[in-house]
């Protein structure tokens, strides 16, 4: 749903002209340093891009999930390090907390993540438990008006930024699966929380990950997301539905971007006397590409406007995020391939997006995944 398509469209300019001007001049910067500049930061936090899913009556702009989409389609045309650094504040670090929190606990973070004041990370992987999340270790045990955590998470996006987390732990240690689990606010500064060193990773750098341990870490009661124990698994689970359709409009954005530059290429690079975009065997790549891109487009489109309709989307959020991560890996592919030797080399920039985006069919659920939960809604809808 788009509530006011001028305004859309005035936010749409800007982070456009934001990328053009700001962001895609500073990617190999970002790339050599392994550093978002705090310049850049700041712009997104004045250009409201923190507060993007907070609503309005908590201070963000309040978009929909079909305008969030479109914002990421432009916001994503460079190295998706740059949106790495809002992603979690927007996305899985704060919406358990506009889904399934208080309003005391909404009045008390979301205003303050809206502006960028505060970051947010999202805590549930562990050493032991990645894919089958409902297996959890991290224990957080009852005591008086606290709960002391202890455990240790892992891969966990933003963390040596974050100021707070939602923290999935087991409170019910009788309940082995999902019912044991419970949501939680945590202080990054709390006494009992300490951090891994940042991963060294494959691609995307400038977006920082890192083990997050707690030791013995009391977390007030009243941090408890809706001051409910055992509702924490559903909550991570309607969260990540969400993600999952962020991360496939970022995939559109990126496959968007190297796209373009293949196209451009193409188009420049003569080889046996003409532009190689004009051989058939390259215009074909271009054309998948093209199809790929477009087919995920509409079905981001698709789930975000049935996200905003109120319907269940967990198997269209499941089906953007297979398919438009797998397409933007396709794309990036092809996008070497036209490149040539030159898609091999680092001053092109393609290698870095080849090796950025490998990370989409991972996180957030990885395809396989995907494939469980789309496969396991059908069968469930069949017997219903
Ligand atoms: N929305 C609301 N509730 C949901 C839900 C959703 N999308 N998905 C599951 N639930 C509920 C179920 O209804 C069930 O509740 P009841 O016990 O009341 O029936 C409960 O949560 C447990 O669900 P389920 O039995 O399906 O859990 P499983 O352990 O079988 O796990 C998968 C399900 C594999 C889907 C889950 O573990 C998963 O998504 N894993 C990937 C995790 C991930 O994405 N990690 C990335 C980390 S974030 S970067």
Redesign the pocket.
Known sequence: MIRDPEILNALLDSVGRFVRERLVPAENTVAETDEIPADIVQEMRELGLFGMTVPEEFGGLGLTMEEEVRVLFELCKTSPAFRSVIGTTVG?GSQGILMDGTEAQKAEYLPRLATGELMAS?A??EPEA??????LRTTAVRDGDHYVVNGTKR?I?NAPHASIFTLMARTNPEDK???GVSAFIVDAKSPGISFGKIDKKMGQRGAHTCDVIFDNCRVPAANLIGLKEGQG??T???V??K??IHIAAVCVGVAQRMLDDALRYASERKQFGQAIGEFQLVQAMLADSQTELYAAQCMVVDAARKRDEGL?V?TE?SCCKLFASEMCGRVADRAVQILGGAGYLAEYGIERFYRDVRLFRL????TQ?QQ??IA?NMLRALRA
Do not use: V, W
């Open positions: 899985i999202f549930l992987t990645g894919s089958d999340a409902a297996s891969y996006t699966g999902a019912g698994f559903k991570a689970m309607k990540l539905d993600g999952r269940n967990s959020a996180y957030e659920g990885t995944i469980i939960i396991r």
